[in-house]
């Protein structure tokens, strides 16, 4: 599997867990929108944002593991150093 830091190439498997993920967290935003327009109590609305914001973070740190075991793997054994950089910088954005 070929990373080329543009576009990346995932299993079937891979991409149906991902879409799986961003279809539940699309669903939990819709409903957070159906709140505020059906006026819901604003503890109630904080709290639903904070499984939405839950469920992007446990998105993204599936993501992240499958790159650093494909891309980032990849790319060291194939003497990229520089794949490091790329990858600090990305936890930096992550980790805010």
Same mark, same amino acid.
């Given at each position: 599997m070929?990373?080329? +830091? &543009? %576009?990346?190439?995932?299993?079937?498997?891979?991409?149906?867990?991902?879409?799986?993920?961003?279809? &539940?967290?699309?669903g939990?935003v819709?409903?957070?929108? &159906?709140?505020v327009?059906? $006026?819901?109590?604003?503890?109630?609305?904080?709290?639903?944002?904070?499984? #939405?914001? #839950?469920?992007?973070?446990?998105?993204?740190?599936?993501?992240?593991?499958? +790159?650093?075991? %494909?891309?980032? #793997?990849q790319?060291? =054994? =194939?003497? $990229? #150093?520089?794949?490091?950089?790329?990858?600090?910088? %990305?936890?930096?954005?992550?980790?805010?």
């Amino acid at each position: 599997m070929d990373c080329c +830091h &543009r %576009t990346k190439e995932r299993s079937a498997e891979e991409m149906t867990a991902l879409i799986h993920r961003l279809n &539940r967290i699309e669903g939990q935003v819709r409903g957070l929108r &159906r709140m505020v327009e059906e $006026n819901a109590y604003c503890p109630d609305i904080l709290t639903q944002t904070a499984a #939405a914001n #839950a469920a992007l973070q446990a998105f993204g740190q599936q993501l992240l593991e499958t +790159h650093i075991r %494909t891309c980032v #793997a990849q790319d060291l =054994a =194939a003497g $990229n #150093a520089q794949t490091i950089d790329e990858l600090m910088d %990305t936890l930096r954005k992550f980790m805010k």
